[in-house]
C-alpha cells in the first residue's frame, strides 16, 4: 500500500508528465490513481495538491454557482441532472456538490430542479446496478463507499440512491452487507 509521500511523489511525476497541475478529472482517466486516495487522505483534490507543492487548479465556487450549474445543465441535457451529466459536461467536479449539500438529491432540490422528473431512456437496469457495485468490490475487496462508487465505479451513485434510497440498502441489495 502506498504511503502519503509515495502518493505526492506520484502526483508530482504525473504533474510533471504531463506538464500542468491535473485535474481531478485528468487523474482518474490518465494517472496512476485514482483521486479517491488523495480525497481520502487530505480532504480535497486542492489540499492534496498543496500537499505535492503544486498549485491549485480551481477556486472557491460559491454554492450560488454551483446551483446555478445545475440549472444549466438542466436547461441543456434535462432532467434529472445526474452526476454523470456534471462529470462528463459540467464546469465543477461532483464531489464538490457531495461535500457541500447533504446529498447530490438535495443539491438539485436547492437548485430548484425536481428530483422526480425522469429523463426517458436514462433508466438503468437493476441488474446493470447490483452488477457494478458487485464488480467494484471485487477489484476492491471490500463494499465500497459512495465516493469509491461515484469516482471509480461503471456506475454513479444516484440510480443507486434512485432506486434503494441508501447506498446501505443498495449494499445489501447486491448482497455486499453495510460498510459499518
Do not use: C
Request: hydrophobic share 30%; glycine share 8%; no cysteine.
Amino acid at each position: 500500500m502506498p504511503t502519503d509521500q509515495d502518493y505526492l511523489a506520484d502526483l508530482r511525476a504525473f504533474a510533471a508528465e504531463i506538464g500542468e497541475t491535473p485535474t481531478r478529472k485528468r487523474m482518474n482517466d490518465d494517472g496512476p490513481h485514482s483521486s479517491t486516495p488523495y480525497y481520502n487522505r487530505w480532504g480535497s483534490w486542492n489540499d492534496a495538491l498543496a500537499a505535492a507543492g503544486l498549485d491549485p487548479n480551481h477556486e472557491y465556487v460559491s454554492d450560488d454557482d454551483l446551483l446555478a450549474e445545475l440549472q444549466r445543465l438542466a436547461d441543456e441535457y434535462g432532467q434529472p441532472v445526474l452526476v454523470e451529466d456534471m462529470d462528463d459536461h459540467g464546469e465543477y467536479d461532483p464531489a464538490t456538490y457531495f461535500r457541500r449539500f447533504e446529498s447530490w438529491f438535495d443539491a438539485r432540490e436547492q437548485a430548484g430542479l425536481n428530483p422526480e422528473d425522469v429523463r426517458p431512456g436514462r433508466r438503468v437496469d437493476e441488474d446493470d446496478l447490483l452488477a457494478a457495485v458487485r464488480d467494484l468490490a471485487t477489484d476492491l475487496g471490500r463494499p465500497p463507499s459512495q465516493s469509491e462508487m461515484n469516482a471509480r465505479g461503471d456506475r454513479s451513485l444516484t440510480p443507486y440512491l434512485r432506486r434503494w434510497g441508501t447506498w446501505d440498502q443498495a449494499l445489501e441489495a447486491a448482497g455486499l452487507g453495510t460498510r459499518e
